[in-house]
């Protein structure tokens, strides 16, 4: 059976984030993007007036009709690796606008959310163990959260596991350090009122 996108969004929306994400791995590195179809293409094209994250997608198809072929042509003829990676980065980066992969942005809603609520420990644990892996907002939290409270795990590991330099980590650290206090705070503010 050939793989699609369209497979490889269908298995995310079934939880099954494995096929995107390992597709997305083989797009050529940092220069994934000199491969797309729409290098050099209008980039309005891709950002079709009247389409939006809060929008009903089958009215945007309705009321933009032929104006959405030429896009949905070029992400179809991508490469699947490079379509699979765009999906990806944008739903890392939360990118609710514009045409990914060939889906609208309202199409891409749902797909986002269940994006930023999927929290997969082994993509945790990958990460803290400084394999550099695709995280969502939550997962990402995770590991900051578990490197805050372990002090066994190594920084530069970690650090190389999210992307990020040492000093940014240490930034992540302290800035978690404070939420948590500040959210510590407010619940015995809380408990010492309801006592009162
Ligand atoms: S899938 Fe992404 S990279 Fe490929 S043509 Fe469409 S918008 Fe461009």
Redesign the pocket.
Known sequence: MSTDISSLVEAAFQGDWSPLIEESRNAPGKHW?EE???ANQDINL?VPLGDGPREDPEIVKHKLGVSLNRPRN??AS?PLS??AR?LVESLRDDDEFG????LLASERSALRAAWQGRVNEEAVQAALHGSTTVLSRLERNAVIARFTGEPSFEPATVARGLGVTHEYLLKLVRRHRQKSQSVSAASSSVHSADAA
């Open positions: 993007a797309a179809r729409c891709f070029l992400c991508c490079v379509a765009c045409i990914r992969a060939g």
